[in-house]
């Protein structure tokens, strides 16, 4: 048996790197889009089982190798809205830091902070299940838009019904839950701290990246076995997330999306302030014809990964329409991967919320992937 200690073992990066990443935030003089990949423009997002050249011929998708062409078009027209993803040079040192911690009935809950990139320090909660004898699944946790941020899927305030990472803390995953900036413990101005990115959203993206390297280092966990899940703001974060990482094998979005054209009837100024994607309404002028990619598109770039979504029926941020047409027009990419059981909707009958039978749903199911 492989006994598990609290030893932290940061990733090696080099001093080359580091001067780089630091000369290139001091100066502030990089365009955020210069590295962006370049997109294949695709009529209609929700035709995935066709691939398009730069000419704009068309083929079918057929094979698995069509599709990982395809989802490479599906991750560059992702980040032609929300900004490129950063590269090695801004993977710097992630000087864990320890702030605290008390033990929670089935778990010890640790504070701790790590650096995302140079000048910049995420607060999370690190919830480790008591009595692990052997390296176990990990969780990304991702809040929803609420002042307390990352405390609320921990267990500390907040609704219950998205008390997320403590109840799968419970369950024996160990649970990394970040501050999504500007949000709980992580004041951030998007206009100064993150004017190297093109995004809010791309910020996030970044720093859960990062997350993922830590739950990566800890001798607690299995680096084969993390997902991520998130509600609301982090019901689509985690999709971005798991579509620009693949190390993600799971995902779990509630209240997470809908397609742009059904997301207020096509009124998508809600997803262009700074701390999401403002060149939606800067570059493509709020029109959702215009977006260069598309929710179908984000589920099918997670095959043959696996994706859960809980979309109630009444949810006013993401008509449930859309969602069915999103799953539909996703299935068949999941089929072609012989993985059509990980594409899974459920669709209670609520408002804007995680009911428990759906939870626990969603939980079941990560235990069908990760264990």
Not at 33 to 60: C, F, Q, T, W
Not at 208 to 226: F, G, K
Not at 297 to 309: D, T
Not at 318 to 330: L, S, Y
Request: glycine residues 8%; neutral net charge; hydrophobic residues 40%.
């Amino acid at each position: 048996m492989e006994s598990v200690t609290n030893a932290y073992h940061p990733p090696r990066v080099s001093r080359a790197a580091l001067a780089l990443a630091a000369g290139l935030q001091a100066s502030g003089a990089v365009d955020p889009m210069a590295n962006a990949p370049k997109a294949i423009p695709y009529p209609d997002h929700s035709r995935l089982l066709e691939v398009r050249d730069a000419a704009g011929s068309v083929r079918r998708v057929s094979h698995p190798a069509d599709w990982a062409e395809r989802a490479s078009h599906i991750r560059a027209g992702l980040q032609q809205a929300m900004g490129p993803l950063p590269g090695a040079a801004a993977r710097v040192p992630l000087d864990l830091e320890e702030c605290g911690e008390t033990a929670s009935g089935k778990y010890l809950r640790r504070k701790i902070r790590f650096t995302p990139e140079v000048g910049d320090r995420v607060p999370a909660w690190l919830l480790i299940p008591h009595g692990l004898r052997h390296r176990a699944p990990a969780m990304l946790c991702l809040h929803q838009t609420t002042d307390i941020g990352k405390d609320e899927p921990a267990g500390l305030g907040g609704r219950p019904s998205l008390h997320y990472a403590h109840e799968l803390a419970e369950r024996g995953y160990v649970c990394l839950v970040p501050d999504y900036p500007s949000f709980g413990e992580y004041p951030y101005e998007f206009a100064k701290q993150g004017a190297h990115h093109a995004s809010g959203s791309i910020k996030a993206v970044w720093n859960n990246v990062r997350a993922v390297d830590v739950l990566e280092s800890l001798p607690q966990v299995d680096p084969s076995r993390i997902g991520v899940i998130g509600h609301s703001l982090g019901g689509h974060n985690a999709l971005f997330t798991a579509v620009l990482e693949p190390r993600l094998k799971a995902v779990v979005t509630s209240c997470g999306f809908t397609p742009f054209h059904h997301y207020y009837r096509g009124k998508v100024a809600g997803w262009t302030s700074d701390r999401y994607m403002p060149r939606i309404r800067t570059v493509y002028g709020n029109d959702a014809d215009r977006i260069p990619f598309d929710f179908h598109e984000i589920l099918g770039a997670l095959a043959p990964r696996g994706v859960f979504s809980n979309s109630p029926l009444r949810d006013d941020n993401f008509e449930i329409t859309g969602v069915r047409e999103a799953f539909a027009a996703a299935a068949p990419v999941f089929e072609l991967h012989g993985a059509g059981s990980r594409c899974v909707l459920r669709t209670p009958d609520s408002g804007h919320d995680f009911p428990e039978a759906e939870r626990h749903a969603a939980y079941a199911w990560l235990d069908s992937v990760l264990r």
